[in-house]
């Protein structure tokens, strides 16, 4: 069964540095998303990802975050001048073309650890 | 906005015990609804959806979940528990109108011999 890939599985990383965390979405699917989980709560949406646009995006997504599918088959989450409160799992999901209802398939997730 | 509420933050049984994880949802308008599982060290698997239809739908591993619109509930249930159905379960919503699926702060079910 197809799944969503994800890399790397554990980041460590200094404050303030830039990181990129990679995903590869099921190569039919349409919809891209980024969610995280910071360790003891719940998992939170950042942004959704269709038609090689942001179609909606959290709160949480300022301008610290960018996303981007730079060749058809990668979709990565860029955090800029990271800070300690970013530590948490990061998790990719990707929906099918039968809409926006269709479930979203999640990768096994980053864990991204600041400094 | 929506939001939703699994009161149980931990449900310790024994194996081969019936379980029921509780799910709420709050919503102004249709909603699709989800159940992921979670085990050690993994991403979210589907467990189970509803989207429409019947309102008792069964998934993977033996669960199935009954949707009550008059009550905004959705619990998962399941007949007879295994060990290897440890894991902490999630339940979500997602809004006809939106992308985003909305999490509960998910259950921790601990099957115990």
């Not at chain 1, 998790?91 to 990768?107: E, I, K, L, M, T």
């Not at chain 2, 102004?28 to 050690?40: E, G, K, T």
């Amino acid at each position: 069964e197809p799944e969503v890939t994800q890399t790397p599985s554990h980041q460590v990383t200094q404050m303030g540095q830039e990181v990129i965390l990679r995903c590869v979405p099921i190569s039919n699917h349409l919809y891209f998303y980024w969610y995280r989980q910071i360790l003891g709560q719940k998992v939170e949406f950042l942004v959704s990802f269709y038609n090689n646009e942001i179609s909606e995006k959290s709160e949480i997504f300022d301008d610290q975050f960018s996303v981007e599918r730079p060749d058809g088959s990668n979709f990565t989450l860029k955090i800029r001048s990271t800070k300690l409160e970013d530590s948490a799992m990061y998790f990719c999901a990707s929906g099918g073309g039968g809409g926006r209802n269709q479930p979203q398939h999640f990768g096994d997730g980053t864990r991204l650890s600041i400094l | 906005a929506q939001s939703v509420t699994q009161l149980d933050s931990q449900v310790p049984v024994f194996e081969e015990a019936p379980v029921e994880l509780r799910c709420n949802y709050s919503s102004s308008v249709s909603v699709y609804l989800f159940w992921y599982v979670q085990y050690p060290n993994q991403g979210l698997q589907l467990l189970l959806k509803y989207l429409s239809g019947s309102t008792l739908v069964k998934g993977i591993n033996g669960f199935e979940a009954e949707f009550n619109k008059s009550q905004t509930s959705f619990h998962l249930r399941k007949p007879s528990v295994h060990i290897s159905d440890t894991a902490e379960y999630f339940c979500a919503v997602l809004n006809t109108g939106f992308q985003k699926l909305v999490f509960g702060t998910g259950t921790r079910l601990l099957v115990s011999p």
